[in-house]
């Protein structure tokens, strides 16, 4: 009976709690008058306007024109505004020239196999990719421009990196626009597509914490009933300072201080940024997931000292390890993640790069164990 009787309070506490809370959101969601606001896919008619969006615009102009291509690769920082900022362009070049822009994740379609049949809403199966390319060209005979975002991301096991020589060797004249987090992605490419592709690289750079505040205040005045002023220049401050500027980190925060306006900014803004964080190392591949276990594991974390445990972890996994050169592009992308910070350090007579951790260690662990058990 106690046993019974104690199931039946545990219950009513649940039951309790939940009330609450569904009391509580239905108060403060009458806050948000429009919840496509606070979407990281969303696109605002004004976007922040920036210098590094005119050598994109100025590209693509002429390649309506001429229909020669140009080809692009723009790196930057997660949440630095690559994304937003192409799909904006796009928008306004195929509305306005009708210029065909071709757009795939590179995380979701991780192979050029996967991303031709997704542009062309096929399964991926029972087709060469030679056969795919074909039917593309035919589907699309004016200019075409592909959009391939998180463009480092198209798995190993596809090494030629295919659709980026079809791209560039077609006779079509195909211009390319690549995104990446990576600002050495090009050095993993093979020499023959680096030497036809030549691309025009452009530099997102972190937004400052003026400009972070910028666009939370616009954010504010369409997605809140009474924007939070106060609240969003701490945010920028934060996001600035603590995250390599990542924008949806202050997003996101916002939409926290407007459901849960009685909690502090700092509570929310952890909050938000580890939600982030959790995000971004599940994406990462098991070559990087090792690299931050090495870094989080070695008593002196200096690079060397980082690459050699990563290499003991390659081989208990059975993988191939990067080499000395890769394994340091891959700590460059890590640090554009915001998820490890490298420092310059003197060690006797010399300098060596000292990796400091930016995460919560059960970060990481969470991820590890439903990866490698």
Known sequence: MVNAFGEVI??????????RRAEHLAKHTRQIKDFRVFDFNYIPQKPLMREEVKPLIDSLLRYTTTGIANHLLIFGSRGSGKTLMVRYVSQLLSDKHKLV????????????????????????RGCS?????????????GRVVFVLDEVDLISDKDRNKDILYL?????????AV????????????????????????IHFRNYGANEIHQILAHRARLGLVHPVRQAAAQIAALTAKHTNSDVRVAIKTLYYAALEPQASVRELF??????????????????????LKAAQNVAEPHAKAVYELYRKLSLQSHEEPF?????????????SLGLILLLSTK????????????????????IWRGRFG
């Open 167 to 175: 791209i560039s060797r077609s006779p079509r004249n195909f211009m």
């Open 323 to 335: 080499s000395y050169v890769y394994f340091y592009s891959n700590l460059s992308y890590l640090q």
């Open 270 to 291: 952890e909050r938000a940024r580890r939600d982030i964080l959790l995000d971004v190392i599940a994406d990462l591949n098991d070559q990087n997931l090792m690299i």
């Open 347 to 366: 060690v006797g007579r010399a300098y060596t790069n000292r990796i400091q951790v930016l995460f919560d260690p059960e970060l990481l662990e969470a």
């Open 178 to 201: 690549l995104l990446s987090n990576n600002p050495r992605f090009l050095n993993t490419l093979d020499e023959s597509i680096r030497s036809t592709l030549q691309p025009e690289m």
């Open 101 to 124: 822009f071709a757009y795939a994740n590179c995380r979701q379609h991780n192979t050029s196999f996967k991303i031709l049949a997704s542009l062309l809403n096929v399964r991926p």
């Open 129 to 141: 990719l030679d056969e795919l390319w074909e039917r593309f060209c035919q589907a699309h005979p």
């Open 10 to 19: 545990a219950q009513m506490e649940i039951q309790e709690y939940l009330n």
